[in-house]
Every structure is written in C-alpha cells, then in structure tokens.
C-alpha cells in the first residue's frame, strides 16, 4: 500500500534499525520503545491486522512467529512478550499488520 509506513520500511524506504529481513518479512527495532528491548516484526505484504488474516496469508503469519523464536533465541531473550493490537480501542496507530516483541523488565497483568 503505497500510503502506508510499515509497507514503506519494509521496503527501505523509511530507515529503520532492522534485526532481521527475508522474503517474507521484516523485524526491526521500535522508535519508542517500551521495554529494554522493543522490535516489531512485520509482514511485508500488506495485511491490516490479525483480523484480516486467513488461509491465503496464514503461513507468512506462522512465519513471522518462527521468526520471533528464532531471533529471540538469539538475542538471549528469556523471557518475554508478543503483542499486536487490533483496532483503534485497543491502540493499535499503525493499520500494518506488526507483533511486539517486548523484553527486559516485569511486566504487569492484565495489560493496560
Ligand atoms: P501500534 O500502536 O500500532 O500497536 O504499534 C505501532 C508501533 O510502531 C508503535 O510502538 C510505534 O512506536 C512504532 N512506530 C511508529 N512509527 C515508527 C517508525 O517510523 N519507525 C519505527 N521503527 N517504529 C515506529
Ligand atoms: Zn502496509
């Protein structure tokens, strides 16, 4: 989507510091982080949110989520959280389907 900011730093067209890139997606570092770790990682095909996932785009999803086993292994990461936001009420800002990888510090339940 030509419009759109993730679309665009999946295509380098906006820098971004990124931890990892294939085909298939992107994870790069948060440009407000809320945790001592904080990346994103996005597909980079175009999809809104995890509400518009279905069975033509489900294995990049289950992907990206290999992905983040992956790198978080490698980053040393013991423990941690995946989030992605749905919607205007659950503050979601970017309409560019992305997973939070947050790390580093306690983190409270429920969630705000
Ligand atoms: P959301 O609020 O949609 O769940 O998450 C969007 C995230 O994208 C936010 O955490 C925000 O800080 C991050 N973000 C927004 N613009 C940029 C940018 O230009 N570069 C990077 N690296 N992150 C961004
Ligand atoms: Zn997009």
Known sequence: MSDCLFCKIAAGEIPSKKVYEDDLCCAFYDIDPQAPTHFL?????????????DG???ATVGHIFAVIA??????GLESYRVVSNIGDQAGQ????????????RDMTWPPG
């Open 41 to 53: 990682v996005i597909p980079k095909e175009h999809i809104q949110s995890v509400s518009q996932v």
């Open 56 to 58: 033509a785009n489900q």
């Open 70 to 75: 992956r790198l978080s292994k490698e980053l």
């Open 93 to 104: 800002s970017v309409h560019h389907l992305h997973f939070h990888v947050l790390s580093g």
